[in-house]
């Protein structure tokens, strides 16, 4: 099973501020990597799959990069609305489809 | 627009069973590969398993704690997936969701989950 790690856990940033969310593969997963957010007592929602493409709707502020094990979610000017939880998640070998554990993003 | 309506989540004590279900609307659900995920505040997002088409022979394929407890079976037409779920343990508490690759506009791949519903909790406790 492939363990997917996030970091940092809790990320504290003030809005208009660039936010950057890491996520580790233990093993190389190309680019079969997604990035989801989920808000308080909301279901995840698709932010980026393929590593850096975006999903329908999903602002310009958010972009995705990285292959192999190491990946990075940037936000590049937060807004209030981005404050949430945000996961990684492999799709590259299965099973199971393996999830980080999740970043928060706080405010400051 | 895409819809996933999950229903059925209560308090069960612990060995005993209970199903979910999906309602799906707004894309073709004959055509989607359909996953129940799951959610707890310890460990975070779980796949759980999916259910393939049926002219795919409906296979299904399950993470390996719920292996031979849990079954997915899906109703095409009635546009609804289910999770049959026995012999729950308590570890099994969470809230559970149904997703798939597929939106109105296209699938995105196998294992990108675009829509979700909005989870039903499902509770084990003597």
């Known amino acids: 099973e492939i363990v997917m790690t996030q970091s940092p856990d809790t990320l504290s940033v003030s809005p208009g501020e660039r936010a950057t969310v890491s996520c580790r593969a233990s093993q190389s997963v190309g680019s079969n990597l997604v990035w989801y957010q989920q808000k308080p007592g909301q279901s995840p929602r698709l932010l980026m799959y393929?590593?850096?493409t975006r999903a329908t709707d999903v602002p310009a502020r958010f972009s995705g990069s990285g292959s192999g094990t190491d990946f990075t979610l940037t936000i590049s000017s937060l807004q209030s609305e981005d404050f949430a939880v945000y996961y990684c998640?492999?799709?590259?070998?299965?099973?199971?489809?393996?999830f980080g554990q999740g970043t928060r993003v706080e405010i400051k | 627009e895409v819809q996933l309506v999950e229903s059925g989540g209560s308090v069960v004590k612990p060995e005993g069973s209970l199903t979910l279900s999906c309602a799906a609307s707004?894309?073709?659900?004959?055509?989607?590969?359909m996953n129940w995920v799951r959610q707890t505040p310890g460990k975070g997002l779980e796949w759980v398993g999916r259910i393939k088409r049926k002219n795919e022979g409906g296979a299904t394929d399950y993470a390996a704690p719920v292996r031979g407890r849990f079954t997915i079976s899906r109703d095409d037409s009635k546009n609804t997936l289910y999770l049959q779920m026995n012999s729950l343990k308590v570890e099994d508490t969470a809230v559970y969701y149904c997703?798939?690759?597929?939106?109105?506009?296209?699938?995105?791949?196998?294992?990108?989950?675009?829509?979700w519903g909005q989870g039903t909790l499902v509770i084990v406790s003597s």
């Open positions: 997703t798939t690759d597929c939106s109105a506009s296209g699938c995105y791949g196998d294992g990108v989950f675009g829509p």
């Open positions: 998640q492999q799709y590259s070998r299965w099973p199971p489809w393996t």
């Open positions: 393929g590593a850096s």
């Open positions: 707004g894309f073709t659900f004959s055509k989607a590969w």
